[in-house]
């Protein structure tokens, strides 16, 4: 099978977030670059979540501000997608939106999950990949408009740095369940 020049452009953003991802990471868990190493206390964790999740919100705020701000604007958006046929820009802003949303959910349970599931040590990967996921929002909205290959490696940032640790996590907790026997 050979793959379009579209095609190229979303695999290689996709491996380079996935890389980028792994990287940071593997980094968090190693190295406890904040020194989480000692927040066992669950006050503790739940404050590294409370922190970790304000960026990611700011990202979703922002997205429904915009789509707000030009439906306010236009003459032709202002009654709301449900009411008129939406134009090409609202229907733009309410993808960004629709698309941050999902991502957010996910990131909420994935970070809650690990907050209080895993090794203190490892608490620092939550607030890295809070980061990752505001630098891949800002770098999907950017490449939006210019296709699948521009806008790939910032989705995929933000997706495969929750997935990621997901993964971890899951095979963390299956370790540990299968030791106990």
């Avoid at 003459?75 to 698309?99: F, H, K, R, V």
Wanted: glycine share 6%.
């Amino acid at each position: 099978m050979t793959l379009s020049i579209k095609q190229k452009g979303v695999l290689k953003g996709m491996a380079m977030a996935m890389l980028t991802s792994v990287i940071v990471i593997v980094y968090a868990i190693n190295a406890d670059p904040f020194s989480y190493a000692q927040n066992s206390q669950v006050s503790d964790r739940l404050s590294i979540l409370g922190l970790s999740l304000i960026l990611p919100i700011l990202l979703l705020i922002a997205s429904i501000g915009r789509l707000a701000k030009y439906r306010f604007f236009s003459p032709e958006d202002i009654d709301g997608s449900g009411l008129t046929s939406a134009t090409n820009t609202a229907l733009i802003l309410q993808s960004l939106l629709q698309n941050t949303l999902e991502q957010l959910v996910i990131a909420i349970g994935v970070y809650s999950a690990w907050c209080i599931l895993m090794p203190s040590v490892w608490l620092s990967a939550v607030p890295l990949c809070s980061v990752l996921f505001v630098i891949g929002r800002i770098l999907f909205f950017k490449g939006y408009n210019q296709g699948a290959a521009t806008r790939a490696f910032g989705f995929a940032l933000t997706f495969y740095s929750t997935i990621i640790m997901f993964l971890v996590l899951l095979g963390y907790q299956l370790m540990h369940w299968i030791s106990s026997f």
